[in-house]
């Protein structure tokens, strides 16, 4: 794939909450990974739990074996994620800070700072994520407020945001800035907040760089109109894109389509449709996005056997009925692999 393209085709290949999952042990990950992608992201390791477990104790290890085996195969890092106030991948000392807001802010600041400036060092972590799904899905019009460590403890502010950025962009001022979410693609009153802030940074010149769309998607949903509308007011920002963790599952849960139409296996037809899906949201990005402005295209994951839709999302209950990334179970290629392809 990454021949195919003058911008970064990248994958998330670890997948396990803190560990290497198989791209340092597993060949078979490592052929998949060194023949199509030109960028890796890393699916938990370099989140703030693991590199920062204690207030000032920074734990590297892991994802130094992460970021030196992509140097060693010429695969550049994506960073994933600074600042994400998902539960158990919040450091424990922040999700029970009690001192200041100010304080607080200035420990977020220290962690930008911290791995921003480790990672430097290493030359191929080139991009990253600074600030993910900060923005509130369920009211939308609004950041997200009481289910957000980072917003309680700023002093009910989203402060915190543009401290990120800022400190981000002075530890590194070379990498690329992205601002991460999910639904911003489909959900109309999140984009247009999405798109008030972006304003409001530039009014200020608060750095940012990009906007990351994860695109956890499904065969129907969101609309290839939909995703085109909302990556073409970013574009209209005079920011980057970067499709930051696709996947398209073939069962969509939250729709009336499951279970009552349940696929239950993963045939040809199946294997065509989600090919043809996978063809016309690249197409959309090509034909969306200018050249200037592709900040790439990562999937979240090579085999159907490790994507997390099967363990992470409750919705899918655990059942492994989603198949939505390039290769299976096998490392084989699926039709979904030329779907991409010929999108490019
Ligand atoms: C997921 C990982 O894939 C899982 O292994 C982990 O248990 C939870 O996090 N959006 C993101 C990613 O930005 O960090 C999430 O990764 C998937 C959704």
Not at 12 to 21: G, Y
Not at 146 to 158: M, P
Not at 245 to 263: C, F, M, R
Request: hydrophobic letters at 40%; one cysteine or more; charged letters at 15%.
């Amino acid at each position: 794939l990454q021949a195919l393209a003058a911008f970064p085709i990248g994958a998330a290949v670890t997948n396990n909450d803190n560990s290497n999952f198989n791209i340092v042990t597993n060949t078979s990950e490592q052929a998949v990974v060194e023949k199509h992608f030109g960028e890796m992201t890393a699916g938990n390791i370099m989140k703030m739990s693991y590199l920062q477990p204690g207030n000032g104790n920074f734990s590297f290890t892991n994802a130094d074996t992460f970021v030196d085996y992509a140097k060693d195969n010429n695969i550049n890092v994506h960073g994933h994620a600074l600042v994400w106030h998902s539960d158990y991948q919040v450091p424990g000392f922040m999700k029970n800070w009690s001192g200041s807001a100010a304080d607080f802010i200035a420990e977020v600041e220290d962690h930008v700072t911290q791995v921003v400036t480790h990672f430097k060092a290493k030359g191929n972590v080139v991009s990253w994520d600074v600030v993910n799904e900060a923005l509130n899905d369920g009211n939308p019009s609004n950041f997200r407020t009481t289910d957000s460590t980072f917003y309680v403890k700023s002093g009910n502010s989203s402060v915190y945001i543009e401290k990120a950025f800022q400190a981000a962009r002075a530890a590194d001022p070379s990498a690329t800035l992205y601002y991460n979410d999910y639904n911003i693609d489909q959900n109309n009153a999140k984009t247009t907040k999405l798109i008030e802030m972006i304003t409001d940074f530039q009014t200020r010149e608060i750095p940012i760089d990009g906007v990351g769309f994860q695109m956890h998607v499904f065969m129907d949903y969101p609309s290839i109109a939909s995703i085109s509308a909302a990556m073409k007011k970013v574009v209209d920002k005079g920011l980057k894109v970067k499709i930051t963790e696709l996947d398209v599952a073939v069962n969509n849960p939250y729709s009336g389509g499951w279970p009552g139409n349940k696929i239950t296996s993963f045939t040809n037809t199946v294997a065509l449709a989600q090919q043809k899906r996978y063809c016309e949201i690249v197409k959309a990005y090509m034909d969306t996005v200018p050249a200037a402005q592709r900040g790439g295209i990562s999937v979240w994951g090579t085999t159907d056997a490790n994507t997390w839709l099967t363990t992470a999302t409750a919705a899918y209950n655990g059942e492994a009925i989603a198949w939505p990334l390039l290769f299976d179970n096998n490392y084989n290629d699926k039709p979904a692999l030329r779907g991409f392809a010929d999108g490019l």
